[in-house]
């Protein structure tokens, strides 16, 4: 199972980003992939989910209405798509695969990637 993040970057407050988790080696279709971020100094938490069977969703209130998550099935790639973008959506953001949502808890995920970094300067 392999999965690599893609797209962070450097952007001003009430901007955009969009970014890419690139997955491979399991049934997309058979499973969740989640988006967590992890700021400087704090606990990795959950931000998104989607089931790639049906594309529900789920969001944590921070970032509800600002932030979309999809998947490409066909592209075995699931989007993060960030608008109006805060100095505290700063961090290190992951993707990460699992058989259920399980509540975005860090310890229901399986596989991890990398992680990409976002920058919201203040």
């Known amino acids: 199972v392999q999965l690599v993040e893609s797209g962070g970057g450097l952007v001003q407050a009430g901007g955009s980003l969009r970014l890419s988790c690139s997955t491979s080696?399991?049934?997309?279709?058979?499973?969740?992939i989640a988006w967590f971020r992890q700021a400087p100094g704090k606990e990795r938490e959950g931000v998104a989910c989607i089931t790639n069977s049906d594309h529900s969703r789920v969001y944590v209130d921070p970032v509800k209405g600002r932030f979309t998550i999809s998947s490409n099935n066909a592209k075995n790639t699931v989007y993060l798509q960030m608008n109006v973008l805060k100095p505290e959506d700063t961090a290190v953001y992951y993707c990460a695969q699992s058989r259920a949502c399980f509540g975005l808890e860090y310890g229901g995920m399986d596989y991890w990637g990398k992680g990409t970094l976002v920058t919201v300067p203040s």
């Open positions: 080696g399991f049934t997309f279709d058979e499973y969740v």
